[in-house]
């Protein structure tokens, strides 16, 4: 998932609320920070309420494990785990760096592993995690990776009601529409997810060929075109 080129377009619809709106995000150069060498995932939101936000996130990928680096602690730590089992529970540090709004020191939330499945997605089968906000019978955690099992599946990431790929809010309840990520492609190509718009947009290979001949006449043009 953490290669090159690869994109994730997330969309969600409702009523003018700020989480609302459209995503991209994209995988770019490798960076080297805290001994360990990873790569900037630029992601670019647009609101629904006209409002354009940008952000890049550090993750790597060693063997099944997702990373992402905390600058404002200084440390990688563990995003998710493809090779989990049912039972695991991940501890994820919360703070601004990884898309989390919660002010003050950097905060653990815990993730529970549910199950675990496969699916066929085109020639190549994939593990599937399914999570939950993990409760230790005190207090729940506040972040989740979506919504009716938060699925993550290998090589793609978070899907179905997630709208980020570090992780979102139990708490946000947006309107007329659950958030879903639309699509997922790599090397142009579409992987995971809708061929429709915005996706579409992201795989110029595609684009180009779908396009209709148009004619223009006469040619040239005198007076009346």
């Known amino acids: 998932m ?13 009523l003018l609320n ?6 991209h995000y994209s995988a770019e150069g490798a960076i080297t920070v805290g001994g360990q060498t990873g790569r900037n995932v630029s992601s670019f939101t647009l609101q629904e309420m006209g409002i354009e936000e940008t952000r890049t996130d550090i993750l790597r990928q060693s063997n099944d494990t997702i990373y992402c680096y905390s600058e404002e602690a ?10 989990a089992q049912p039972g695991d529970i991940w501890e994820i ?18 993730v529970l592993v549910d199950a675990i499945n496969q699916v066929t997605i085109g020639e190549n089968m ?3 995690i399914y999570t939950s906000a993990c409760s230790d019978n005190i207090e729940l955690s506040s972040y989740h990776f979506g919504h009716n099992g938060g699925r993550i599946i290998d090589g793609i990431g978070p899907v179905d009601m997630a709208h980020g790929l570090t992780g979102q809010s139990i708490n946000e309840l947006l309107l007329l ?21 915005p996706c579409y947009t992201l795989n110029t290979a595609n684009a180009h060929s779908d396009r209709a001949e148009l004619n223009l006449y006469p040619n040239p043009v005198v007076d009346l075109f």
């Not at 601004?96 to 020191?105: I, M, N, T």
């Open 2 to 14: 953490l290669q090159e080129g690869n994109e994730w377009c997330c969309n969600v619809y409702c």
């Open 18 to 23: 700020p989480q609302c709106g459209y995503k």
């Open 74 to 83: 200084g440390v990688w730590h563990l995003l998710y785990d493809f090779g």
């Open 93 to 110: 540090q919360t703070e601004l760096h990884v898309g989390y709004d919660e002010p003050g020191e950097p905060e653990i939330f815990k």
């Open 126 to 128: 994939h593990r599937v």
């Open 177 to 197: 529409r659950n958030p879903s990520f639309a699509c997922f492609i790599a090397d142009g190509a579409l992987i995971w997810g809708s061929s429709a718009s």
